[in-house]
């Protein structure tokens, strides 16, 4: 009797630590959802203390395959649980393909600005293409098209130095999204307003003509800003890129900043259009990255340490956390970007 009782008293033990087993894994399982990530955010979802939220509070680990914004809209989705581009046209694309996902949020934003040296600044400074409050650069959208479009040489504007016409270096505008969305400004800009289908006609052929004279084109924004940084003014003059690029660099590379931060300059275009970072699922275990990447303090580091304008606090933005001279406190003039039927013509013209 007394070893049946021993031998109950052992199996009900190891029933009790199997349970207990069971329930601390189980507790302790991390989920991990896999999907195409624009380039810009692989910083953010490397960054330690980022995975360390995921993984702490939220279970959750992010796995992804670097892609275009517009690329990664066809691209085969097979055994993804998320696509994550860089801008709401490319949701609006998705839902015309696709139709509804199961659902999508805007995660992270920054403007468009383009990158320059200070040559260049200056030079456009004083030609009046460009205007200087404080320490801000802002670019005269129209001037600086209508030197593209007239062919007006770097040297017209005393920068002898320079090979060649003003252009602005951008990523291809059918699969990146830092080119679609300068694509949509230009457009813009041409039709003196927000473009539409019924303003294409006229402004096609001058869109296209512009994007003729740019030569080879980076896919990814990341290779294009990574480039800008590494050959010099004279091969990338000037460049479209995403605001938080430069503050990105800056806070990952501080001695590398401080060496060339009296020659990189960042201007804003007048205006400028927002690049607003969604987050689409695509099933059910791709809604748990919405939810984990809006945890305050991820986007607290999101803007702290990556530079994108997450809207978690109501201060203006402090240059001195950077060390960027030229960070505008507020993005106030803004332009909407044209509809998903208007940036499809777009970019189906400019393939």
Request: proline letters at 4%; charged letters at 20%; hydrophobic letters at 40%.
């Amino acid at each position: 009797m007394k070893t049946k009782i021993i031998g109950l008293v052992i199996l009900i033990t190891v029933i009790i630590a199997a349970v207990i087993y069971v329930m601390v894994g189980s507790s302790n399982a991390v989920t991990e959802i896999k999907g195409y990530v624009g380039g810009e955010k692989i910083g953010l979802l490397e960054d330690e203390e980022v995975q360390e939220i995921l993984r702490d509070e939220y279970k959750l680990s992010i796995d992804y395959a670097k892609a275009g914004s517009i690329d990664m809209i066809t691209a085969d989705a097979t055994g993804m649980n998320f696509l994550f581009p860089s801008n709401q046209t490319a949701l609006e694309l998705y839902e015309k393909i696709n139709g509804d996902p199961v659902k999508s949020e805007i995660i992270l934003n920054t403007p468009i600005v383009l990158y320059t040296r200070q040559a260049v600044a200056d030079a456009f400074v004083s030609e009046g293409l460009a205007t200087k409050d404080g320490d801000v650069y802002y670019v005269d959208m129209t001037k600086l098209t209508e030197a593209i479009e007239n062919g007006t040489k770097w040297s017209d504007i005393g920068l002898d130095q320079l090979y060649g016409s003003i252009t602005v270096g951008t990523t291809d505008p059918t699969k990146s999204n830092s080119g679609n969305m300068f694509a949509g400004l230009l457009a813009n800009t041409l039709c003196g307003g927000v473009a539409d289908e019924t303003s294409l006609y006229e402004i096609l052929p001058r869109l296209e003509s512009i994007f003729q004279k740019l030569g080879y084109m980076e896919s990814s924004s990341s290779d294009l800003f990574d480039q800008f940084l590494k050959t010099g003014m004279g091969a990338k003059p000037l460049i479209a890129g995403y605001e938080n690029q430069l503050l990105e660099f800056a806070v990952e590379n501080p001695e590398t900043w401080e060496h060339v931060s009296g020659d990189i300059i960042m201007m804003y275009p007048t205006p400028t259009v927002w690049s607003s970072h969604v987050f689409i699922a695509l099933d059910e275990n791709g809604t748990l990255g919405i939810d984990a990447l809006l945890d305050e303090d991820i986007q607290r580091l999101a803007w702290e340490k990556h530079g994108f304008r997450t809207g978690v606090y109501d201060t203006p933005a402090d240059p001195e956390h950077f060390g960027v001279s030229g960070l505008a406190d507020e993005i106030t003039q803004v332009a909407p970007m044209p509809d998903a039927d208007t940036m499809d013509r777009i970019i189906r013209n400019l393939g």
